[in-house]
């Protein structure tokens, strides 16, 4: 049982394009929602993390945009690279339940020059 | 700080063959993660620890073993391999109960690869 759900499963921009991923989940005691960047042969590293006290954060290109009603969470990258091009992935956790870490299924995403 | 390693990087393994994945990390978090990551399902859970001496099952813990004997090493054994557990495997480690936003981070190794014929 999959309980984060993330589309689109692949995504081409070109360079400077907005990528939009999405992610959907459905147990309502998440309290914490990072998302994570895998470049090829590594491991993933976090990029940005919001917790459901707010709708909206930003670090630098990176935005995550967080509905709770809908249950739903998007990462944003605005003006994207090249060097941007990976595979994200949004996760949730509990944090009083070790923190353990419930991915989607990843995005891979790719910027062309 | 080397971070979270893990040894070894690659592996090819026979069906019914046993190994154990080590991960190590030095930056003295308490709890620490094994994941799998398989083409189109993300990463799952194998089994996680809160604590030295502590373990716990995760979502796809079937098939595997943990210890936990010293806080920086967390060890995944495979009894008795079997060819659906082909995956790359990474482990993961985290300060714990987090009092800053900062500590909520889960910092992962390189991974190892296990193929098993």
């Known amino acids: 049982q999959q309980q984060v759900k993330q589309s689109p499963q692949s995504l081409i921009v070109q360079k400077g394009g907005i990528p939009i991923i999405n992610c959907a989940y459905e147990n309502t005691a998440f309290d914490y929602f990072p998302w994570y960047q895998q470049f090829p042969g590594k491991g993933p590293a976090l990029l940005i993390a919001i917790r459901p006290d707010v709708s909206e954060k930003k670090e630098g290109r990176f935005t995550i945009s967080f509905n709770k009603s809908a249950k739903q969470f998007s990462l944003h990258i605005m003006d994207s690279q090249p060097g941007d091009s990976a595979t994200y992935f949004c996760a949730a956790s509990i944090k009083t339940s070790g923190s353990r870490l419930t991915f989607g299924e990843g995005t891979q995403l790719t910027v062309n020059p | 700080n080397a971070g979270v390693t893990q040894t070894p990087k690659f592996r090819v393994l026979k069906t019914g063959q046993s190994m154990t994945l080590l991960c190590a990390q030095d930056?003295?978090?308490?709890?620490m993660y094994w994941y799998r990551q398989d083409p189109g399902m993300g990463l799952r859970l194998i089994h996680y620890s809160v604590g030295e001496g502590t373990t716990a099952k995760g979502e796809v813990p079937d098939g595997y073993n943990v210890s936990r004997l010293k806080k920086q090493n967390f060890l995944l054994g495979l009894e008795s391999a079997a060819p659906s557990q082909t995956s790359v495997y990474f482990c993961?480690?985290?300060?714990?109960?987090?009092?800053?936003?900062?500590?909520?981070?889960?910092?992962f190794g390189p991974g190892t690869r296990l193929t098993v014929l």
């Open positions: 993961a480690s985290q300060w714990g109960l987090a009092v800053l936003a900062s500590t909520d981070t889960q910092y």
């Open positions: 930056m003295n978090h308490e709890y």
